[in-house]
């Protein structure tokens, strides 16, 4: 099953490893981690969740966390 998590994007369900808030702060306290990894950002609307997928890429999401996470147990 796939989660919808950008404007035109699914991710199965099985690849995603979590799902988090993004906030400037999250970003600045894990910065080594975030230049370390892939991030691939959905939309230009601004970023309201991060998704974590097994592939090693960080998905940058407009849709935030509660509802992504909503979305998950209804699969």
Not at 16 to 24: G, K, N, P, Q, S
Not at 29 to 47: G, Y
Not at 69 to 75: H, L, V, W, Y
Request: one cysteine or more.
């Amino acid at each position: 099953m796939y989660l919808y998590v950008g404007e035109d994007l699914l991710i199965l369900k099985n690849k995603i490893l979590y799902i988090a808030d993004w906030t400037e702060k999250f970003y600045k306290d894990n910065k080594d981690f975030f230049e370390k990894k892939r991030l691939i950002n959905l939309s230009v609307s601004p970023v309201k969740s991060l998704i974590g997928s097994s592939d090693g890429i960080l998905y940058c999401s407009p849709i935030d966390a509660r509802t992504l996470k909503k979305r998950m147990k209804n699969i």
